[in-house]
Nanobody, 111 residues
């Protein structure tokens, strides 16, 4: 199993920034890539970004140009730097590895 704990969420005004963190423990050697997803109230979970252990990165259309994913393999951590936040970015942000999910960290962006 893999345990994931997210942190770094909060409330910001539009245009602000937040940096989310996710620390993984357990069978992390099997986490070839780590992903960030988000879920807004009443909506389905949405892919945001992922990064492979080798550093290959993919972003969703909404995240591209504003969000930056990075990792520290030695610490089993993945980060999501979010800049120029918009109210539509308001959601619970979850880290994912191999189908395991963290509890999430709430991001609220006010206009």
């Amino acid at each position: 199993q893999v345990q994931l704990v997210e942190s770094g969420g909060g409330s910001v005004q539009a245009g602000g920034s937040l940096r989310l963190s996710c620390v993984a423990s357990g069978y992390t050697d099997h986490c070839y890539y780590m992903s960030w997803y988000r879920q807004s109230t009443g909506k389905e979970r949405e892919f945001v970004s992922h990064i492979t252990r080798d550093g290959a990165i993919t972003y969703s259309y909404s995240a591209k140009g504003r969000f930056t994913i990075s990792q520290d393999n030695a610490k089993n951590m993945v980060y999501l730097q979010m800049n120029n936040l918009k109210p539509e970015d308001t959601a619970m942000y979850h880290c994912n590895c191999l189908g395991f999910w963290g509890q999430g960290t709430q991001v609220t962006v006010s206009s």
